[in-house]
């Protein structure tokens, strides 16, 4: 009788990172106090500051919709990044982006003392460098946004994006988002794509769809 051996597959990283994403909120639901008062981020000066809230910040969520959103669009563009990219690539590029996300927060809070006490939570930097990368490498690719249900190609959506995350930093609007870390995120997905695609251009190499 033939043996066969199943070949092992392994869940992608963004599957992964959606997984730990939701049962980090469970925990929440459970007991918010707790979490947010250790994992949040709070800035450095603060006595509620612990030296691993820059990581443990991204896996908190400050409602179910925040949750929603932000995996959504994990799912949708983490998923083409990681293929083109490899596991290895896109966990730098997550974690990186994420990092940006909370040095930029973190820069705007030393200038501003007043909101230095108010906590970070969220992966929406990682999201916006992974919708950069995305962008940078599926520049054509046409997406429909869900409101208002307009078609454009993912360069553009991503200069869109980009443009009003500048625009709410500059006139205040949306107060209770950190629109400066949605640009710190996106600005390290820019720079690690265009370097990781340097690289390969001067190695004779290019990603499929570049």
Same mark, same amino acid.
């Given at each position: 009788?033939?043996?066969?051996?199943?070949?092992?597959?392994?869940?992608?990283?963004?599957?992964?990172?959606?997984?730990?994403?939701?049962?980090?909120?469970?925990?929440?639901?459970?007991?918010?106090?707790?979490?947010?008062?250790?994992?949040?981020?709070?800035?450095?000066?603060?006595?509620?500051?612990?030296?691993?809230?820059?990581?443990?910040?991204?896996?908190?969520?400050?409602?179910?919709?925040? =949750?929603? !959103?932000?995996?959504?669009? #994990?799912?949708?563009?983490? +998923? %083409? /990044?990681?293929? $083109?990219?490899?596991?290895?690539? &896109?966990?730098?590029?997550?974690?990186?982006?994420?990092?940006?996300?909370?040095?930029?927060?973190?820069?705007?809070?030393?200038?501003?003392?007043?909101?230095?006490?108010?906590?970070?939570?969220?992966?929406?930097?990682?999201?916006?460098?992974?919708?950069?990368?995305?962008?940078?490498?599926?520049?054509?690719?046409?997406?429909? =946004?869900? !409101?208002?249900?307009?078609? #454009?190609?993912?360069?553009? +959506? %991503? /200069?869109?994006? $980009?443009?009003?995350?500048?625009? &709410?930093?500059?006139?205040?609007?949306?107060?209770?988002?950190?629109?400066?870390?949605?640009?710190?995120?996106?600005?390290?997905?820019?720079?690690?794509?265009?370097?990781?695609?340097?690289?390969?251009?001067?190695?004779?190499?290019?990603?499929?769809?570049?």
């Amino acid at each position: 009788m033939p043996y066969y051996q199943e070949e092992r597959r392994e869940l992608p990283i963004t599957v992964h990172l959606i997984v730990i994403n939701v049962i980090v909120y469970l925990a929440t639901k459970v007991n918010a106090d707790f979490m947010f008062s250790i994992f949040a981020l709070f800035y450095p000066e603060t006595p509620w500051f612990k030296i691993w809230q820059p990581l443990t910040y991204m896996f908190m969520h400050g409602g179910f919709w925040h =949750l929603f !959103f932000n995996m959504y669009s #994990l799912y949708i563009f983490g +998923m %083409a /990044v990681e293929r $083109i990219v490899g596991k290895n690539r &896109f966990m730098i590029l997550y974690f990186l982006c994420g990092f940006g996300a909370a040095a930029a927060q973190l820069g705007v809070q030393a200038l501003a003392p007043a909101v230095q006490g108010v906590p970070t939570v969220g992966a929406s930097g990682c999201i916006y460098g992974i919708i950069v990368a995305f962008a940078m490498i599926f520049p054509e690719a046409k997406l429909t =946004l869900i !409101f208002p249900p307009v078609t #454009l190609s993912a360069k553009w +959506m %991503a /200069v869109i994006f $980009i443009g009003l995350e500048i625009m &709410f930093s500059i006139t205040g609007a949306q107060a209770d988002v950190a629109h400066v870390a949605h640009l710190g995120g996106a600005l390290i997905g820019f720079l690690l794509i265009w370097w990781w695609y340097k690289r390969r251009k001067n190695n004779n190499h290019s990603y499929v769809h570049y």
